[in-house]
C-alpha cells in the first residue's frame, strides 16, 4: 500500500532526470517537474545517478545558481 503522501516518479520524470543530470543542478531540475529539491536528490542517489554538475559548467550556464550560500 502506497502512502496518501508518497508519490512515485513517473517515467517521464525519470527519464528527464536522467536526460540532465549532471547539467543542471538539481534545484532546477525539481522546480522543472514540480517536486522538492532532496526527493529528486534522494531518487538520484537510490538510482546511483550522479547529479552533480561540474564546476565549469555552473560557473558557464549557472552563475545564478552559484554556491550553496548563493554567492558566486
Same mark, same amino acid.
Given at each position: ?15 528527464? *532526470? ?11 531540475m525539481?522546480?522543472?517537474? #514540480?517536486? /522538492?529539491?532532496?526527493? +529528486? ?7 546511483? *545517478?550522479?547529479?552533480?554538475?561540474p ?10 545558481? #552559484?554556491? /550553496?550560500?548563493?554567492? +558566486?
Amino acid at each position: 500500500m502506497v502512502s496518501k503522501f508518497h508519490k512515485h516518479f513517473t517515467d517521464e520524470e525519470k527519464a528527464y *532526470i536522467r536526460r540532465v543530470a549532471g547539467k543542471v543542478p538539481a534545484g532546477v531540475m525539481a522546480e522543472q517537474i #514540480g517536486r /522538492k529539491e532532496k526527493n +529528486v536528490y534522494n531518487w538520484g542517489h537510490r538510482n546511483r *545517478i550522479s547529479l552533480r554538475v561540474p564546476n565549469h559548467i555552473m560557473n558557464k550556464y549557472w552563475r545564478s545558481h #552559484g554556491t /550553496k550560500t548563493g554567492q +558566486v
